[in-house]
């Protein structure tokens, strides 16, 4: 770390420091036992590691940082400001540190992030379509879109604006495979009928006019298997199927919402990645854990808002209810270390650090991937009886009688197959 990093942060520290320290009853808010608890939890496995004096550090930086995220959530404010994001990042670089030294043995990741250097399928696909500016224009407004924050929303509408311009439809898909989904190419797309059939529907310039029968076979298979496995009372919630791929051994499936609310759903199904020979119950296991995603983020049990009450679990866009999956799930393993987690998204020292509360290092992603990928394990696992937060983790879904009937008949149903 350079000098001028190092003074940097130690000004934002004192400014923290002193803005507090005026608060006189600040070291009243929290018990001894409180802070012990936070600290141990965001420790992980680095407890019995480090020194006390390390240990000590840590724990006045979240004693602070504690204070200042209770009065965020009281106001309910979802994004901590400067203050408190600037001493999340301290903590999190300390915590990274310890982590490096006393669990790597030295070892620091490499960071590889190629995300913006993939080729943009669908743009590629519409460029015969588009004037060469309207394609300039198009590729400038995703690149806003996939860098910017507050100005992202002002860029998809940019872009629907032009697709518009050229009579195009199925823009809201269109859009979907220009940002969130650049990397993918759409083979194919499908309407869900009423009878749960799949109805083939072209995207002109992006998807084939007529998909030869081979194609056919192949997509309704695996949707096939789908509807197998899963029940239809929660397929019936699903309008659209989107047959793309990354390519071989990369994202298998992913769900979304298909309305505002959150009552209707999408799924997209990678075929180069549902036949896993090194895995072959990874097919399973990703489309139990897309399920869950529906099953935890449907309109039953979240609302789409952005007027959040951070007395439940929030993400953007997203208020749990209260007695919802996730958040009874966030209550009772994220609220303390969720903030460290927040602080960087990309952070893969924060799994090392928290091996043992996670089925893999993908649920250490954030509560919402967390719950989805547990929920697999529970359907597939032997009831765990150990003592790890793991285990405490995939227990937490037995305590539901209609999960522990639907994980009876799913795993019926994949033995079977």
Not at 42 to 64: M, S
Not at 185 to 191: D, M, P
Request: proline share 2%; net charge negative; glycine share 2%.
């Amino acid at each position: 770390m350079t000098k001028c990093k190092k003074t940097s942060i130690f000004i934002v520290f004192i400014i923290i420091v002193g803005s507090l320290i005026i608060t006189k009853d600040i070291y009243n808010v929290y018990s001894s036992n409180d802070i012990d608890q936070i600290t141990e939890e965001n420790l992980g496995l680095l407890n019995n590691k480090i020194t006390l004096k390390q240990k000590n550090e840590i724990k006045i930086l979240l004693t602070l940082k504690t204070y200042l995220s209770e009065l965020r959530l009281n106001q309910n404010h979802l994004e901590p400001n400067l203050l408190e994001f600037s001493l999340s990042q301290i903590i999190n670089d300390k915590l990274n540190d310890y982590t490096i030294t006393y669990l790597l043995n030295g070892y620091e990741f490499e960071y590889i992030n190629d995300e913006y250097n993939l080729q943009n399928k669908t743009l590629e696909k519409l460029k015969s379509v588009v004037s060469k500016s309207d394609y300039s224009y198009l590729k400038e407004q995703i690149e806003l879109y996939e860098y910017g924050d507050y100005e992202s929303y002002e860029s998809l509408e940019n872009i629907e604006w032009v697709l518009e311009d050229y009579g195009l439809k199925h823009i809201d898909i269109l859009i979907s495979y220009l940002t969130e989904g650049s990397n993918l190419e759409l083979e194919a797309f499908f309407k869900i009928n009423k009878n749960l059939e799949l109805d083939y529907e072209n995207i002109k310039n992006i998807t084939p006019d007529k998909l030869p029968n081979s194609n056919i076979t192949e997509y309704k298979n695996i949707w096939n298997n789908i509807k197998y496995i899963l029940p239809d009372s929660g397929l019936k919630s699903f309008d659209e199927i989107y047959f793309s791929t990354d390519g071989k051994d990369n994202e298998l499936a992913y769900v979304m919402p298909n309305n505002e609310d959150g009552s209707r759903w999408i799924l997209n199904i990678d075929p180069k990645d549902v036949l896993n020979e090194e895995n072959k119950n990874y097919f399973y296991e990703t489309i139990l854990h897309e399920y869950f995603h529906y099953m935890s983020l449907n309109s039953n049990q979240v609302t789409y808002t952005y007027d959040y009450d951070m007395s439940n679990y929030c993400e953007e866009g997203i208020l749990s209810k209260k007695d919802s999956y996730i958040n009874e799930f966030y209550k009772m393993f994220w609220t303390d270390t969720i903030d460290n987690r927040n602080s960087d998204k990309d952070n893969l020292y924060f799994y090392e650090r928290h091996k043992s509360s996670f089925v893999d290092e993908y649920a250490a992603t954030d509560p919402s991937e967390d719950i989805a990928e547990t929920f697999s394990y529970f359907v597939l696992e032997d009831k765990p009886t150990g003592k790890s937060i793991r285990d405490e983790k995939i227990r937490f879904f037995y305590k539901y009688k209609e999960l522990v009937k639907l994980r009876d008949d799913l795993r019926n149903k994949i033995n079977s197959l």
